[in-house]
């Protein structure tokens, strides 16, 4: 049967710092590179052998899955790498501290731009340091100034459609090295979590989600790893 495992790239620099990231490209810290180093470890140990693996191409998310696959002796499987699975933009935020940007907006303001479902962060300035419109890798994507969850859904899912579910029909198992909000949308939509709901939910750093996926994909209760 097929089997979907997902895993949130481990700790990043400014996950340490404490600063909003988004489509900026940073690095794992040393405590990220062992977890996902960990994750490889635990998925080999329960028996989980990806067959293929699909990444966004942020650096954290690539890094993640290598260091996974290293570990579980699989560096050599065919990985994917692609924009649409990115983590949401987070616009003029980017780069900011959290609590700083908590103390000059407010607490409410600050949770409607990182939680609600449709409401986006305020857009990034053309020019912005952060302004990623000239970075090779994105060479004839248009690079949002913003994103809500609901748009990132909208870039995920159809990816998943066709791309990753042609490999789970095909009977495989697959691994999805990617981010927080990026993820959301895969659970949100796999699990059929509401609007409402999806906004509480919180994908930690280096634990692998699994789905065990039956013969036409519907998923069965999606489960963390290391629970079982």
Known sequence: MPQLILIRHGQSQWNLENRFTGWWDVDV??????????????????????DVGFTSVQTRAIKTMNLALEAMGRLWLPVTKDWHLNERHYGGLTGLDKAETAAKHGDDQVKIWRRSFDVPPPPLDPGSPWDLSHDPRYAGIAVPATESLKDTIARVLPYYESAIVPELKAGKTVLVSAHGNSLRALVKHLSGISDADITGLEIPTGQP????????????????LSER
Do not use: F, Q, S
């Not at 062992?34 to 329960?46: D, F, I, P, T, V």
């Not at 989600?209 to 489960?223: N, Q, W």
């Open 29 to 50: 810290t040393e405590k990220g590179a062992a977890e996902a180093w960990a994750a490889g470890e635990l998925m080999k140990a329960k028996g989980i052998a990806p």
């Open 209 to 224: 989600i699994v789905y065990d996926l039956a013969a036409d994909l519907t998923p069965g209760e999606r489960y963390y």
